[in-house]
């Protein structure tokens, strides 16, 4: 029992390329969430499936794309990376509504030169 | 939109005094959760608040929501440098999207 997978765990790109950023749970959860991380703000939420078949936008989605492949894939991808986007991006999982628990995945962190 | 502020940013104790930090936001919420993100780490859930006035507490820690539902603390009793770590807040209007706190950092000091 894994929880909460996440692949890469380091990357750096240059301005302009793409990328996906690949999250998994095998905790049979409902609702995914992609979130990240700058010194000082706190997390945001980019975007978040609440079951599977549904996308729904969250405080930053500018300039990202998910997908909720299955119950147990969720997505982010860049398609053209800005040096702004140079972060820490946690993927997220919990049960469903009233579920308490997010688990986290031990996070990505993205270098956009 | 939603905004959840937290203070203070930063703390620094002398191991065996207390900690607390604040969370507010500009609208009422339906629950709040607090996690603990070590350096280097990820987020970690520690509790979830759903009443107004719920206190909840797990050995040195007690949570406090506020009547209003707008506000809420944690506090430490004698910390230990084991609490090294940053606290959030993260609260919940709609029912599935969270807004977190910025954070505060705790540094314990032998």
């Known amino acids: 029992n894994a929880g909460v997978t996440q692949t890469p765990k380091f990357q750096v790109l240059k301005t302009g390329q793409s990328m996906t950023l690949q999250c998994a749970q095998d905790?049979?959860?409902?609702?995914m969430y992609w979130y990240r991380q700058d010194p000082g703000m706190g997390l945001r939420l980019i975007y978040y499936?609440?079951?599977?078949?549904?996308?729904d936008k969250g405080e930053v989605p500018n300039g990202y794309n998910v997908s909720r492949l299955n119950k147990r894939e969720f997505s982010l991808r860049l398609e053209s990376a800005a040096p702004s986007q140079t972060s820490v991006y946690f993927c997220?999982?919990?049960?469903?509504?009233?579920?308490?628990?997010?688990?986290f995945g031990p996070g990505t962190r993205l270098l956009v030169l | 939109g939603q905004q959840v502020m937290q203070i203070p940013q930063y703390q620094h104790v002398q191991e065996g005094e207390d900690f607390t930090t604040y969370c507010n936001s500009s609208?009422?919420?339906?629950?709040i959760q607090w996690y603990k993100q070590r350096p280097g780490g990820h987020p970690v859930f520690l509790i979830q608040l759903v009443k107004s006035g719920e206190v909840k507490k797990q050995k040195r820690l007690t949570f406090q929501f506020g009547e209003a539902k707008k506000n809420s603390s944690l506090h430490i009793t004698a910390t230990q440098t084991t609490d090294v770590g940053t606290y959030f807040c993260?609260?919940?209007?709609?029912?599935?999207?969270?807004?977190f706190g910025t954070g505060t950092s705790l540094t314990v000091i032998p």
């Open positions: 905790m049979n959860h409902n609702s």
């Open positions: 993260a609260g919940d209007s709609t029912g599935n999207q969270f807004y």
């Open positions: 609208t009422t919420l339906s629950n």
């Open positions: 499936s609440a079951s599977e078949g549904t996308t």
């Open positions: 997220a999982s919990r049960g469903g509504r009233g579920t308490e628990t997010q688990y």
